[in-house]
């Protein structure tokens, strides 16, 4: 396992985390995995015993199922606390009460605290806010997650699912009052989604900040099993809930684009989606979940898996984004001071 510095910090994460949206049962968050905590014990087991130190979890996952199934795997299995980063998160629907959502310095405050009793755990390492609240200034916002970080009960703060002018307006906020600012970004990126690189991107090169990809796989599109022409695999994740919002098209070229790569190396298709996304410089991890313990192997082989030069050529060819303007405007005039001027 290969560890990389979450963005400007001094913290190092390692390049796969494992995510638990697959762990518990809780109403619609069933059909992401339904795991109990014997499976989950293993789960995190054998992703620590692999050089995981990296866990990602979230209030709204199964209504707090997953972090109390997450804490509980880090007590059975002993993990040393000192050796492990846990991230969680903020803002979805909790409860139906006026204030049981969002961003105000009620609910995240509140978030917190329930997210510790059920980690069992007496700090967050990563806090996130996990979207946009519309109603709620980013002012009150980011100076409760300043002030949680100031308490102790939270070492860092980054965030999940945002514009870049959003995120850009946020840190503005936070250096004008001289608060902490976020050091992550959790964002959907996949090789059949690279809408990310539009705008997100450049910010997170401009303003070092880490980025943690969800839904590498497409939402287990990009996992191998998937063919043009034929039905969605019964069992498949896709086949319950066709998530996240795909070109299925273009992600069928991305396919056949991977697979004499992964024929190449003698590797899965999973694993070649993952090796192309840890090949970016600005990604500090990836987010896999597992809900079976072959799946999690595989995944965590990625990380071993190096692709050439020819074959990112490749990839990347067969992912590219469309021309959309500002961008081939600003790659257009850049031109003339890419070379520096040379006098005879």
């Not at 980025?211 to 996992?223: E, I, K, N, T, Y």
């Not at 697979?259 to 003698?266: L, R, T």
């Not at 840890?278 to 990380?303: T, W």
Request: with cysteine; proline share 4%; aromatic share 10%.
């Amino acid at each position: 396992m290969k560890y990389r510095l979450l963005g400007n910090t001094g913290l190092y994460v390692s390049e796969l985390c494992l995510g638990t949206m697959t762990f518990g049962a809780k109403g619609f968050w069933e059909v992401m995995g339904g795991l109990q905590q014997a499976e989950v014990d293993l789960l995190v087991r054998e992703a620590f015993d692999q050089g995981i130190n990296f866990f990602d979890t979230a209030n709204v996952y199964s209504l707090g199922e997953s972090e109390k199934l997450l804490g509980q795997a880090i007590r059975n299995n002993g993990l040393p606390r000192d050796e492990i980063v846990v991230a969680t998160k903020s803002t979805g629907i909790m409860n139906e009460s006026p204030n049981g959502r969002g961003q105000s310095r009620f609910h995240i405050f509140n978030e917190v605290d329930a997210s510790l009793k059920r980690l069992q755990l007496d700090h967050i390492d990563l806090y996130q806010l996990h979207g946009f609240d519309p109603l709620t200034p980013f002012e009150e916002s980011l100076s409760a997650l300043n002030d949680l970080v100031k308490s102790g009960k939270v070492r860092y703060i980054g965030l999940c699912n945002m514009a870049a002018w959003q995120i850009m307006k946020a840190l503005g906020i936070s250096r004008l009052h001289h608060w902490n600012e976020f050091v992550s970004v959790q964002a959907y990126y996949s090789i059949a989604g690279r809408d990310l690189e539009r705008e997100v991107f450049p910010l997170l090169q401009d303003q070092k900040l880490g980025l943690m990809v969800w839904s590498p796989l497409a939402g287990g599109f990009l996992s191998g099993k998937f063919k043009r022409d034929q039905v969605a695999p019964q069992g498949s994740r896709r086949a319950n809930f066709d998530f996240p919002p795909l070109n299925k098209d273009k992600a069928y070229s991305c396919l056949a684009a991977m697979e004499p790569v992964a024929k190449a190396h003698g590797v899965s298709v999973a694993q070649v989606a993952l090796a192309w996304i840890l090949s970016k410089r600005q990604v500090s991890s990836i987010i896999i979940g597992a809900r079976r313990m072959e799946q999690l192997k595989d995944n965590l082989a990625s990380s071993k898996l190096v692709l050439a030069e020819a074959e990112l050529k490749t990839l990347d060819e067969a992912s590219a984004l469309s021309p959309e303007y500002p961008g081939w405007m600003l790659a257009f005039q850049g031109q003339y001071r890419a070379t520096p001027p040379v006098k005879e």
